[in-house]
Nanobody, 121 residues
Framework: QVQLVESGGGLVQPGGSLRLSCAAS????????MGWYRQAPGRQRELVAT???????NYADSVKGRFTISRDNAKNRVALQMSSLKPEDTAVYYC???????????????WGQGTQVTVSS
């Protein structure tokens, strides 16, 4: 049973920083891209940042220069360092990973349970 477990959300003041972490566990053959998405109330889930197994990153324009995604392939972990946070960054943040489980011969798209990030004074 493969699962993604997130940690690190919370309440922060505008201009502050937070770090989100996500760990993939279970019987995993390989992990392709990993990333973070977010969903604010009344809005669709949107991409925040992704990173390939080779370290190539992609960011939403709204977070470029403020957020940094990183990955530890040996530990099946991905992190999102968020700085200069704004109230519009408030959302539930979801970890995503494209994983080939040991029991499968194809990639499965997995999601974490979500962690709330609130930016408010």
């Amino acid at each position: 049973q493969v699962q993604l477990v997130e940690s690190g959300g919370g309440l922060v003041q505008p201009g502050g920083s937070l770090r989100l972490s996500c760990a993939a566990s279970g019987s995993i053959s390989s992990i392709d891209a990993m990333g973070w998405y977010r969903q604010a109330p009344g809005r669709q889930r949107e991409l925040v940042a992704t990173i390939t197994s080779g370290g190539v990153t992609n960011y939403a324009d709204s977070v470029k220069g403020r957020f940094t995604i990183s990955r530890d392939n040996a530990k099946n972990r991905v992190a999102l360092q968020m700085s200069s946070l704004k109230p519009e960054d408030t959302a539930v943040y979801y970890c995503n990973a494209k994983i080939t489980p040991s029991s499968r011969q194809y990639i499965v798209n997995y999601w974490g349970q979500g962690t709330q990030v609130t930016v408010s004074s």
